[in-house]
């Protein structure tokens, strides 16, 4: 143990005791944070990559957003929905308006806006639809990622995710991503949805083939499916626009949103839809306490203010530009692929060079926060707020990493 990091190996063994082990960080104990850089308990600066997965799109501490949070926190933050609250309803304007629908269900985590997706699902196909009662299904795509309860991970196909938690609900059927042959097959007059991520993040920033969103829209509308699009980790700016469907400029049924609504402070998922769709859902059928609560509804509002702006959307795209070119500079010296939407890549390693984990270990001593998905892929995805000198010192480390460079 070196002197300078005395602090933050206590505190690794303190989270080593008594926080269960249902993840395994690198070993970075981060203590304060300021756009896109992080301070740990011994004072050392990291640049972070990751951003939460996406939840801190805006960076940490964004003052518009601190300042929205503070303003609430002193007038009201908790009043479950028995009553209205000022905050609510002026947020799911913004957010309907936002995402050019008609009306927002809120929830607090992603599983859980996942979860209401697939209830609202279901409720549709039973009452508009006309399909029998509890016939319904759901078409997902293999190697996605919606979250982790018991429902949802029964339609994965990540073992650690999955095994040794059934037994799963029924209903699902899994095609393989971007098979548009396979999805329609799997498509029966009792299909209540296909749910995916237009761009799947935890499996390692997969894009699917050019014309597959449009497709699947046409094709979803054609068979009377609704087209539920993902949009937790993709979505609110990461990749150059709003939403991943307005890479193909295709609008699903129902947006499922949740991360960075939050502002990286609270917890804020919601799905957005039409009336023709959330209308089937009645007073008893859904709720939760803390969904819909004024200090989330203030800071999900400002995080829709921000995004009107499309600020944030042209600097992903432009930066996002920037990290694409730098990364496929490396391709042949130790990188094999390269998939960048926005301020968002996966880059796949040689395997024979590094893993993945090894990667983010070697970037971290050089002060720089990633998180690795599977095996030898890393996924990039740093704050919308960073610094274009930043992003090229950040391309500079993984470069010297990947290709053994020791300055
Ligand atoms: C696409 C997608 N859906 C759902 C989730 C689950 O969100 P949460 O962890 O907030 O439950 C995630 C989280 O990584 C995600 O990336």
């Known amino acids: 143990?070196?002197?300078?990091?005395?602090?933050?190996?206590?505190?690794?063994?303190?989270?080593?005791?008594?926080?269960?082990?249902?993840?395994?960080?690198?070993p970075v104990v981060v203590a304060e944070a300021a756009g896109a850089w992080v301070t740990d308990?011994?004072?050392?600066?990291?640049?972070?990559?990751?951003?939460?997965?996406?939840?801190?799109?805006?960076?940490?501490?964004?003052?518009?957003?601190?300042?929205?949070?503070?303003?609430?926190?002193?007038?009201?933050?908790?009043?479950?929905?028995?009553?209205?609250?000022?905050?609510?309803?002026p947020f799911c304007e913004a957010l309907a308006t936002l995402a050019g629908k008609d009306m927002v269900l809120p929830m607090n985590t992603g599983a859980e806006a996942v979860e209401t997706a697939i209830k609202v699902s279901r409720k549709w196909a039973y009452d508009v639809k006309g399909v029998p009662a509890d016939q319904a299904n759901i078409v997902v795509g293999q190697g996605n990622f919606h979250g982790r309860t018991t429902t949802i991970v029964g339609f994965s196909d990540d073992p650690g995710a999955r095994d040794g938690f059934g037994p799963f609900t029924p209903g699902f059927r899994s095609v393989p991503y971007g098979d548009l042959a396979a999805l329609d097959a799997a498509i029966d007059e009792n299909t209540a949805a296909v749910l995916m991520?237009?761009?799947?993040?935890?499996?390692?920033?997969?894009?699917?083939?050019?014309?597959?969103?449009?497709?699947?829209?046409?094709?979803?509308?054609?068979?009377?499916?609704?087209?539920?699009?993902?949009?937790?980790?993709?979505?609110?700016?990461?990749?150059?626009?709003?939403?991943?469907?307005?890479?193909?400029?295709?609008?699903?049924?129902?947006?499922?949103?949740?991360?960075?609504?939050?502002?990286?402070?609270?917890?804020?998922?919601a799905i957005v839809a039409n009336h023709d769709v959330l209308d089937v859902i009645h007073p008893g059928n859904h709720g939760s306490t803390f969904g819909g609560n004024p200090l989330a509804a203030a800071v999900g509002h400002a995080v829709v203010d921000l995004l009107a702006t499309g600020e944030y959307q042209q600097r992903a795209a432009r930066l996002g530009q920037r990290l694409d070119e730098g990364l496929r500079a490396l391709i042949g010296q130790g990188v094999l692929a390269v998939r960048a939407r926005g301020l968002w890549a996966g880059v796949d390693v040689d395997p024979a060079l590094m893993s993945g984990r090894e990667l983010c270990e070697r970037l971290a001593a050089r002060g720089v926060l990633a998180k690795e998905t599977h095996g030898s892929t890393v996924r990039l995805a740093p704050p919308l707020v960073i610094e274009e000198g930043d992003l090229d010192w950040m391309l500079e480390q993984i470069g010297a990493v990947i290709t053994g460079r020791t300055d």
């Open 1 to 26: 143990m070196t002197t300078a990091n005395v602090k933050n190996t206590a505190a690794i063994e303190v989270d080593e005791t008594y926080v269960a082990h249902n993840y395994h960080p690198l």
């Open 197 to 269: 991520e237009p761009i799947q993040g935890e499996g390692g920033v997969i894009v699917p083939p050019e014309g597959f969103l449009r497709e699947v829209r046409e094709l979803t509308t054609r068979r009377r499916v609704l087209f539920v699009a993902d949009e937790i980790q993709s979505g609110l700016g990461r990749t150059g626009t709003t939403f991943a469907c307005d890479l193909e400029e295709v609008v699903p049924d129902i947006y499922i949103l949740g991360k960075a609504l939050g502002g990286g402070i609270v917890p804020v998922s």
């Open 41 to 89: 308990l011994d004072g050392k600066r990291y640049l972070d990559c990751l951003a939460g997965y996406s939840a801190l799109n805006f960076g940490h501490g964004h003052p518009e957003l601190l300042a929205t949070a503070h303003g609430q926190l002193d007038r009201v933050t908790l009043t479950s929905r028995a009553f209205h609250n000022a905050e609510l309803g």
